[in-house]
């Protein structure tokens, strides 16, 4: 099940609360968790340093097999080990606050004997700071308790053996027979006095939360394909949104590698600009209205900061700051460096402008208005657009190599400003410009029909003057840039699946970008590829591709950012929110034409 | 010798002491909830005032002292004796989880908040006393 104390990827489930995630292993081990918030320092990152990065196990003690799955219609985890003595099944859930004196954040894990009778052990080794602060262990009122500057956690068990303290550690066995329950929760502390919460209250808050999900669940508006698949993105894309402000974080974890072994390691615990119109198209077609307004606000509010330029990416408190660093852990399986931070947040990525048009187009089209002062910034960024538009920029794949002009970035500055003058027309936003915007979108398109277009392969190219495929491209489909089914975007798609393709696996694009190695398939790719089928006409097509990505899920139904074609192990950070809106994008397309 | 003086003080130095201990609370040197303390440190002045009429003297050394002393007393007897008197749900030795949620006992000298916290909340009063007793003077 592990290699050298690492699980595969796609063996971990997640768990979450609207402001923090944890991955929890096939064998039951907690191997990331960030407190208090998913882009805080890591508490537990076994995953990343599998010796000194800290987990939280609860297993048997003898052989066991596993089956699991997520309660229906929940991020509440349902994990059932057989031994040879009994079956045990654990509920792993981090609990939602019910308004009630309760921990800042809250670990549950219930234990329940189903048949026979089976020895279990746990053990928590809090890491605080990704292992950088020095942890304290001891006991409050008898309760275990590790600490680290202003952050602790409390380990409260009931029938879960006699908890010791020692070398940083906090652990026990128990025997556990039919028809028994232990519990184990942790508090968190976060500059302020731990909570120790009564196990009543702890079991109460974990049936609350189970039901507050399949409350949320239960609302959301899809009745087409896949809708197992869809209701399990939505609620996978709900662990991801940030409660208190509403941002969109692109997945909870940092420097899971896109190479085995190699350095492309990144920290997604960040709001990409570029994920923007992808959240706020699948929130509004679940009925995710709530969550649409906030995420809408919140880039407002966010990009308020650098206007009318924006970030590639932003913190999700809104923050600018994101520097790029490592951290001293092995790596997941030496996959070196683990970086926190983002070097991307510098580059200069023209595509995020057309994203930001987009978002603020489908707000605008769902009826909720646009107010003046965002009307006003609006239309201050369509006149940047007009101004940067020619320059060369790292594209929306971040590359660190010199800087081109990718030929995506061009067409969604074309989607920027063809954006903005619907929306002038539409009176959301000021109309003194449209004259320049039109002249300006008009130059785009000739730029990129003359110098991104090759009749060699019939397709638009990777960047101006290159012979090279990106599967970015496609996403021209998806935003309107021309006719889907007219003979540039048709033979665009040919042309990717043709190079890019293989089976359902699509890679990102051919050619070079400055970092050493590979990377796998990239799914949300191949989602892309399903929902540019649909909508130019090849319903069937993208059908037989839909359902072999939805094969593709692991067994609680995540996906990872990418998979390797060859071994169909998940590689990068997860779970990745755009694989998530990806699927459900796709899959409304294809309902959309019928299927 | 002026009551504003020390009521002047006491709002200044409640500024200090709750700025200095937020601000260690960010530098991850403490655990220190602040909402137990401001209510005690507003009425603090008219105590040190009443001292300082009682002996007839002021001034910011004086009311250095009485911040260590009114530091030493908070880390000892309010927030183990007599705040669990008053705080239902803060947790004692006697104290079980078994029925209702608990807050963590802060400890001898609020060491359970953080090795740094006597430090922290020390000199935080300290500098309360002695605005205290600096404004104190300067009224009078």
Redesign the interface.
């Known amino acids: 099940m592990r290699a050298d104390g690492y699980a595969p990827i796609d063996g971990y489930a997640a768990i979450g609360d609207g402001r923090t995630v944890a991955l929890v292993a096939r064998d039951g081990s907690i191997d990331w968790l960030c407190l208090p918030d998913l882009d805080s320092p890591s508490v537990l990152a076994g995953i990343l340093d599998a010796e000194r990065g800290g987990r939280f196990a609860l297993e048997p003690e003898e052989g066991y097999d596993v089956q699991r799955r997520y309660l229906p219609e929940t991020n509440v985890l349902e994990t059932t080990f057989s031994t040879a003595g009994g079956v045990v099944r654990v509920t792993d859930a981090m609990t939602l606050p019910d308004g ?3 921990p800042l954040r809250e670990l549950v894990r219930k234990i329940e004997g189903l048949s026979g009778t089976v020895p279990m052990r746990w053990h928590i080794e809090p890491r605080f700071g990704a292992g950088a ?1 020095s942890t ?1 262990v001891g006991r ?2 008898g ?1 275990p ?1 590790a ?6 956690i ?1 380990v ?1 068990s009931w029938q879960a053996g006699d908890p010791t303290c020692s070398d940083g550690a906090i652990e026990a066995r128990f025997e556990l027979a039919a028809g028994a329950e232990a519990l184990l929760t942790v508090s968190v ?13 702890s079991a109460a808050r974990l049936r609350r939360t189970a039901d507050a999900w399949r409350g949320w669940a239960s609302g959301r508006r899809y009745e087409g394909r896949w809708r197992d698949a869809v209701v399990r993105s939505a609620l996978a894309l709900r662990l991801l949104v940030y409660a208190p402000s509403g941002a969109v974080a692109a997945a909870p974890t940092t420097s899971l590698p896109e190479e085995i072994g190699g350095e492309r390691n990144w920290d997604y615990r960040f709001c990409w600009i570029r994920d923007s119109a992808f959240t706020l198209d699948a929130f509004l077609k679940l009925g995710c209205g709530n969550e649409a307004t906030g995420f809408f606000w919140w880039l407002m509010h966010a990009s308020q900061l650098t206007r009318p330029r924006l970030q590639v990416l932003y913190r999700l408190d809104g923050g600018t700051h994101a520097p790029e660093r490592t951290l001293p852990l092995a790596g997941y399986r030496g996959s070196r460096p683990v970086r926190v931070g983002n070097g991307a947040v510098d580059q200069l990525q023209l595509d995020i402008y057309g994203h930001l048009f987009e978002t603020a187009t489908l707000f605008a089209r769902s009826g909720r208005g646009i107010d003046a002062d965002v009307g006003h910034r609006l239309a201050e960024a369509a006149d940047l657009v007009c101004e940067i538009w020619p320059n060369a920029d790292s594209g929306i794949w971040e590359v660190r190599s010199e800087p081109v002009h990718f030929t995506q970035s061009k067409m969604m500055c074309w989607v920027a400003l063809d954006g903005a003058v619907h929306l002038a027309r539409a009176g959301q936003i000021p109309a003194k410009n449209v004259r320049r915007w039109q002249t300006e979108a008009e130059a785009i398109r000739r730029f990129v029909e003359t110098r991104c277009w090759s009749d060699a392969k019939r397709s638009y190219v990777r960047f101006a003057g290159s012979e090279e495929l990106d599967a970015s491209l496609l996403l021209g489909v998806l935003f309107g840039y021309g006719d889907a089914t007219g003979d540039r975007l048709t033979g665009t798609i040919a042309a990717v699946r043709r190079e890019l393709a293989h089976g359902p696996f699509v890679r990102r694009y051919s050619g070079e970008d400055g970092v050493t190695g590979s990377d796998g398939a990239f799914l949300p790719c191949s989602f892309w590829l399903a929902e540019s089928l649909a909508r130019s006409g090849r319903t069937d097509d993208a059908v037989h591709l839909m359902e072999q990505l939805v094969d593709l899920a692991n067994d609680v139904g995540l996906y990872a950012e990418e998979i390797d074609p060859d071994t169909g192990e998940f590689l990068g950070n997860y779970p990745q929110a755009l694989t998530h809106l990806a699927l459900i994008n796709a899959a409304v397309a294809c309902a959309k034409d019928g299927a | 010798m002026s009551v504003w003086g020390a009521l002047a003080g006491g709002f200044v130095g409640t500024l200090v002491l709750t700025t200095s201990l937020r601000a260690a ?7 220190i ?1 602040l909402p137990f303390l401001l209510g005690t440190a507003v009425t603090a002045a008219l105590i040190y005032f009443a001292v300082f009429s009682a002996l007839g003297r002021d001034g910011w050394l004086l009311g250095t002292l009485f911040g260590l002393a009114h530091g030493l007393f908070t880390g000892t007897a309010l927030v183990n004796i007599l705040l669990p008197v008053v705080h239902p ?1 803060m ?3 006697l ?1 079980s ?11 001898f000298l609020m060491l ?4 740094s916290t006597p430090f922290v909340s020390l000199a935080a009063h300290a500098a309360y006393g002695a605005l205290v007793g600096g404004f104190t003077a300067l009224a009078s």
């Open positions: 009630r004196l309760g602060w304290q409050r009122s309760v308790v600490s680290a500057g202003s952050d602790a409390a409260c502390a976060h500059q302020e006095p731990l909570v120790f919460p009564a196990r009543d209250e | 609370s960010e530098l991850r040197l403490t655990r909830d749900r947790g004692t030795p104290s989880i078994d029925s209702h949620a608990v807050l963590e006992p802060p400890g359970n908040y953080g090795r």
